[in-house]
């Protein structure tokens, strides 16, 4: 019986979907757009040449298989991402670090991954989430070294001469919330290719390889996570990639979510990914990204342990990459986004404004008095 609901069910949501589509394609419009967004926007949101060259995009549009695409967004007209252009249309379902969000949201040097699909030689959009590494209060600062720990995570920065950005890094202090986005290198600390800093709501998130998993608790970097009276969709493993979101409830993290990282959602057959080079990998060994082993290409010639690379190949049905390029790109610029003016008021220092003083009142106008103007009377007579 359970077996006959089961295929009644997946019977019925397959006829269901397929009347989804049909519908969906019969709408007159689906005009898609390309994003207006400008990163020159004034708020420094630029990283310059990334290295990266225009990928080369399929135009046959099969629809057997999707793009799944990780990697720093380094600019817009499209959303830009690994040398990749990719559209938009009003149907793409944007998300951030889990939560609903917009085309709005989206900022040069934030990292996202996505999944897409070719038509008419571009590619384009069905998801697309924000992904910050970490988000929570700054526990420690260098700014001599240009690095933070957040929620246990050494991040660190490359400011790349950028004055504005470092005078922006030199306002933060501690137990300020920062968002953090940006990839692992080979130890575990995280690159940052942005930081804003950002109002606490209570909200923080890490993501990132579980280096061990017990009964009771499993750590990353150097935060160790309670699993009591947590939500797991998916039992950690150790040297599994997770993401874990929480609260900070006196002085000490307590987890509400612990879920499996890494994949994609969605049927996909290619992928384009942003890495750092592991050192296993520079030593010829087993290399994963983003949870997928990758095989097949091998790495540039000279590449070393942290170079920064985009592997493109084809995903098979064992969660392996097949590689068929691994291209070598360059170092990126952190982006910093802080402002003393969020801090609340009672952080500021008194720069001891004086009061306003109130003007003069200005004088009445006296009133001039006007003499009454004489009555001229006219002789009477008949005229002639």
């Known amino acids: 019986m359970t077996g006959g609901r089961t295929t009644t069910g997946r019977w019925l949501r397959g006829v269901s979907a397929f009347a989804l589509l049909c519908l969906l394609s019969a709408c007159v419009d689906a005009r898609l757009n390309t994003a207006v967004l400008d990163p020159r926007n004034g708020n420094g949101d630029g990283l310059g040449g990334t290295g990266i060259k225009q990928a080369v995009v399929s135009p046959r549009g099969d629809?057997?298989?999707?793009?799944?695409?990780?990697?720093?967004?380094t600019g817009f007209g499209s959303i830009i991402v690994n040398g990749l252009e990719l559209e938009f249309s009003h149907t793409t379902l944007v998300e951030d670090d889990g939560k609903p969000a917009s085309l709005e949201h989206l900022r040069v040097g934030q990292v996202v991954e996505g999944v897409a699909h070719p038509r008419d030689g571009k590619l384009y959009l069905d998801t697309l989430e924000i992904q910050h590494a970490v988000s929570g209060p700054i526990s420690a600062i260098d700014y001599a070294g240009g690095t933070l720990t957040v929620l246990?995570?050494?991040?660190?920065?490359?400011?790349?001469g950028d004055k504005a950005g470092t005078e922006s890094f030199k306002t933060l202090q501690k137990?300020?919330?920062v968002s953090v986005s940006g990839l692992r290198l080979a130890d575990g600390t995280i690159m940052a290719t942005r930081v804003d800093q950002r109002r606490d709501d209570g909200r923080t998130i890490v993501r990132g390889e579980a280096t061990s998993v017990s009964t009771t608790n499993l750590r990353i970097g150097d935060l160790d996570v309670p699993l009591r009276d947590v939500v797991t969709t998916t039992p950690p493993k150790a040297g599994s990639?997770?993401?874990?979101?929480?609260?900070?409830?006196?002085?000490?993290?307590?987890?509400d979510v612990v879920a499996a990282s890494g994949g994609f959602v969605g049927e996909v057959k290619e992928v384009s990914l942003e890495a750092y080079v592991s050192a296993e990998a520079a030593k010829g060994g087993v290399w994963t990204?983003?949870?997928m082993t990758v095989t097949g290409a091998s790495l540039p010639a000279g590449a070393a342990v942290n170079d920064r690379v985009v592997v493109?190949?084809?995903l098979g049905a064992d969660n392996k990459i097949a590689a068929t390029s691994v291209t070598k790109i360059k170092t990126v610029v952190s982006l910093m986004q802080a402002r003393g003016t969020m801090r609340p008021a009672w952080l500021r220092p008194d720069m001891g404004r004086p009061e306003r003083v109130r003007p003069p009142e200005r004088p009445e106008r006296p009133q001039t008095v006007r003499p009454e103007r004489p009555q001229i009377e006219r002789p009477q007579g008949n005229c002639c």
Do not use: P
Request: without cysteine; charged residues 15%; hydrophobic residues 40%.
């Open 63 to 73: 629809g057997l298989g999707g793009t799944g695409i990780l990697g720093t967004i």
């Open 152 to 160: 246990g995570q050494k991040v660190r920065l490359n400011l790349g």
């Open 175 to 177: 137990d300020d919330v």
């Open 241 to 255: 990639r997770v993401f874990v979101s929480g609260r900070i409830l006196n002085n000490a993290f307590v987890a």
């Open 289 to 291: 990204v983003n949870g």
């Open 312 to 314: 493109t190949g084809r």
